[in-house]
């Protein structure tokens, strides 16, 4: 018997569906039992095979190791412990809110967030910001990847001219809105699918004026000194200087 062609597509879209929950319901049971072995050393742990035990990433992070990336999404940093929302891929290790961090006060020796907390709620912010200096232990460094909001002004006003705009236009307010599509594809309004997603957008004095409100010091603009970051790289036909960098530290 065939089977009518929107009959298929709906099972297509319900397969999909389902896989994706079954994903992200493995990512968070294995997340679980990642943080119960890190935080809680159970005496089952002993009982795992080493090779699952590595395979798995259940050995805690030695203190001096314990470098976090908070929504490292598709790209986390290799020598960082992995945190995001959602179980991209299976180099997340931590399923978890960035302002509900599963580890103790003063446990981590660094934390990263790169494009995140363009994402974060604005009332949430603050509370996100100390929740991060209550996990750095003192000294440890809180390091910030964001959207210029000054780069990306000035770029939006070079770009849209009196005799109307050019097509780099529609790459800077992709990047303002954060619709998470690569900027050579935004070409035009009608490119710009989907929600967006940025909750805010941060200049260097705002970003460094809130860290020092949340309590940390040495709080200086580094941006361009991180060779790694493909934010910058991947923006610079469209905005000079797309991302801005700030170091803080937990005094
Ligand atoms: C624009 S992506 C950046 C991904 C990666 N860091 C990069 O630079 O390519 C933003 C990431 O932050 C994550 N994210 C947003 N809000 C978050 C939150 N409250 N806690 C943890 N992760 C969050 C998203 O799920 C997403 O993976």
Not at 99 to 114: G, H, K, M, N, R
Not at 152 to 171: I, K, Q, S
Not at 218 to 225: K, N, P, T
């Amino acid at each position: 018997m065939r089977i009518p062609r929107p009959l298929r597509r709906a099972l297509r879209t319900r397969k999909r569906k389902l896989e994706r929950r079954a994903r992200i319901w493995r990512g968070e049971a294995i997340s679980r039992v990642r943080v119960a072995a890190w935080m809680k050393h159970p005496w089952w742990l002993r009982l795992v095979p080493a090779s699952t035990r590595e395979r798995m990433r259940l050995e805690a992070p030695r203190p001096g190791d314990r470098r976090v990336e908070i929504g490292a999404g598709f790209s986390g940093r290799p020598g960082y412990v992995h945190v995001d929302l959602l179980p991209f891929t299976d180099d997340i290790d931590i399923v978890a809110s960035g302002d509900d961090l599963p580890v103790p006060a003063q446990w981590a020796d660094e934390i990263l967030a790169v494009h995140m907390i363009e994402h974060v709620p604005p009332p949430q912010l603050m509370t996100t910001l100390q929740h991060w200096y209550s996990r750095l232990r003192p000294g440890a460094a809180l390091v910030l990847h964001t959207p210029n909001g000054a780069a990306l002004g000035a770029a939006m006003a070079t770009a849209g001219t009196e005799t109307g705009e050019d097509e780099r236009y529609w790459a800077v307010m992709s990047a303002v809105y954060g619709y998470g599509h690569h900027p050579a594809d935004m070409t035009s309004a009608a490119a710009l699918k989907g929600a967006p997603d940025h909750k805010l957008v941060f200049t260097s004095p705002l970003l460094r004026q809130l860290l020092a409100d949340a309590g940390f010091v040495d709080v200086e603009d580094v941006s361009g000194q991180d060779a790694f970051c493909h934010h910058t790289r991947d923006w610079s036909p469209y905005v000079d200087g797309l991302c801005l960098e700030v170091r803080a530290r937990r005094p």
